[in-house]
C-alpha cells in the first residue's frame, strides 16, 4: 500500500450575491429582523463580510452588521409608535463594489392606498377634517389641544369638525386606528 498527503485549500470567501429577507409590514412601536444572507460563486456563506442596513422610517439598531459562520448578518429595524408609513430599507456590502444594494420595503402601520387620504382646512372659526376611503376606522384628530374621535367612520367619506375661532395658528394631527397619519398646520379662517 501507499499513503499519499493531500493538500487541501480552502474555497475563497470573497462575497458575491447578497440575499435580503424581511416581513412585509410591522406595528408602529415594534422591532423587526432584516436578514442578510451573503455567499460566493459557489453558493458557500461567506463569514466577515461588513453589511450595511439603513431605513427611511424609524432607525436600524446596528448600522453594520458582520456575517457568521453561515454568512448571515441580522439587522433590527426599530420603529417609534408614532411611525407610519413605506420605510424602505437598503442592504448593502459597501466594501463590495460588485454586489448591488438589495432594497425592500416594509410598511409601518397603517400604508394608505390611492384611494386614503385625509385632509383638514378651515371656514367660519370651525377646523374641518376630511377622511376619505377609511369607512369603519376610528379616526382622531388632535386640533390644537382639543381632541375629536369618531369610533367608526360611518361612510367612505366623512367631515369632522370642531369650533376654534378665527385666526388662530394651530396644527391638526390626524390618526387613523391610533396611527398618526398627517399632520397639517394652517390658520383658522
Keep these: 500500500s501507499v499513503t499519499q498527503t493531500l493538500p487541501y485549500a480552502p474555497g475563497t470567501t470573497t462575497a458575491d450575491a447578497l440575499a435580503v429577507a424581511t416581513v412585509g409590514a ?31 422610517i424609524g432607525f436600524m439598531a446596528q448600522a453594520t452588521v458582520t456575517t457568521d459562520a453561515n454568512g448571515v448578518a441580522v439587522g433590527k429595524l426599530v420603529t417609534a409608535p408614532n411611525d407610519n408609513g413605506a420605510s424602505t430599507v437598503v442592504v448593502s456590502i459597501p466594501a ?29 372659526g370651525y377646523v374641518a377634517v376630511y377622511a376619505k376611503g377609511y369607512e369603519g376606522s376610528r379616526l382622531s384628530a388632535k386640533i390644537g389641544n382639543d381632541w375629536v374621535i369618531v369610533p367608526a367612520l360611518a361612510s367612505g367619506f366623512e367631515r369632522v369638525t370642531d ?20 399632520t397639517i398646520p394652517l390658520t383658522t379662517k
Excluded: C, Y
Design 26 to 56: 410591522i406595528t408602529p412601536g415594534t422591532t423587526t429582523n432584516v436578514v442578510a444572507t451573503v455567499t460566493d460563486a459557489a453558493g458557500n456563506a461567506v463569514e466577515g463580510a461588513v453589511v450595511s442596513f439603513t431605513t427611511t
Design 96 to 124: 463590495d463594489d460588485d454586489i448591488s444594494a438589495v432594497t425592500q420595503t416594509v410598511n409601518v402601520g397603517t400604508v394608505a392606498s390611492a384611494d386614503q387620504k385625509v385632509n383638514a382646512g378651515s371656514f367660519k
Design 163 to 182: 369650533f376654534t375661532g378665527a385666526g388662530v395658528d394651530i396644527e391638526v394631527q390626524i390618526w387613523i386606528d391610533r396611527v398618526l397619519i398627517e
